[in-house]
């Protein structure tokens, strides 16, 4: 398999700022981030997660249809717990939930979450790890290690660097550890990967109300990240190189949004294969951006499964003008 994302399967339930409501949709990381990669590279892709016993099988197989291999998907004994629910406003920013009571009663922001016990037994048992890797991912060209706890993306970025030293590795970090006390555990882990892409969310949780690309020097200099790219919703992404010191800003790709749910990771991989296809962090950039564009066109990481590469090529086109 040329290209693997490690992180999370979801049944997410929606509002969206027009009001829209969508329960038991599917969803999560590794879904979002797989589909972004399909766009560019179908039949290459593999996803790692886990799934509960109630998980729609037919979602399962949707994916294999669409030319993503899920022998990586981990059967888990009783309910899925990664469930979740999403409040957005016109901004397209959001509150998170884990229940559909949420979403469904919901009459505005502010809302009170489960209980962090029910958050972290959902990671915890629902967040893939190494030992969910199948041997034929091994020798993957690029692993994109999507948002979960530390330790397990740790463990993730280590077994890939020993079985496949010469792999391209991405990694979103999760605003579960982005503490400035957890820095020494931070910098292992940034040094483990070739880039490094936090959301603005995750720069704030982190460093508070700081500019976005103060915050990548940060993450460089400070946390040992060689490349950093900022995902900053409306505003497009930052690339910031490490080595040669450049910023690029790349802006969106022009769509209407329906549902932002899953931009970010669907970015991640479709950086995912443009690093690997070009080895350059701002045309990679490009293809995230690309990717997540016809994600938030619809409801769901399903919902690109007809999307092409020409497609997405001619979208690629556009975007480098408009980035000029």
Known sequence: MKYVVVGGLTIDNILSASGERRFSQ??????????????????????VARKGGDFPDEWMREVQVA?????????????????????????????????????????GRGRQNTSLAAQHRAQEEFGADKADIPARYNSAKAVFLAARYLNKQRGCAKHFREVNPHAKLVLDPSEFYM???????????????????PSETE????????????????????????????????????????????TTRIPIFPVYAKDPTGAGDSFCGGF?????????????AMYGTVSSSFIVEHFGASATYAVTRREAELRLAHLKNLAL
Request: aromatic share 6%; hydrophobic share 40%; glycine share 16%.
């Open 26 to 47: 599917f969803g999560g990381n590794a879904a979002y981030g797989a589909a972004g990669a399909r766009i560019w590279a179908t039949g290459e892709v593999g996803m």
């Open 67 to 107: 030319g993503i291999d899920v022998s990586g998907v981990t059967p888990v004994p009783g309910p899925h717990l990664l469930t979740s629910g999403m409040i957005y406003d016109d901004r397209g920013d959001r509150d998170d939930y884990l229940s559909t009571e949420d979403v469904a009663g919901a009459s």
């Open 179 to 197: 503490h400035l006390e957890r820095s020494a555990e931070i910098r292992e882990l940034f040094g483990m990967v070739d880039v490094v892409l």
């Open 203 to 246: 720069i704030r949780h982190l460093l508070g109300p700081i500019d976005l690309l103060e915050g990548a020097k940060y993450l460089n200099e400070m946390l040992g990240a060689r490349v950093v790219v900022v995902k900053a919703g409306m505003a497009g992404c930052i690339v910031y190189d490490g080595q040669s010191r450049t």
């Open 272 to 284: 995912l294969v443009g690093l690997q296809e070009t080895g350059d962090p701002v045309r990679a």
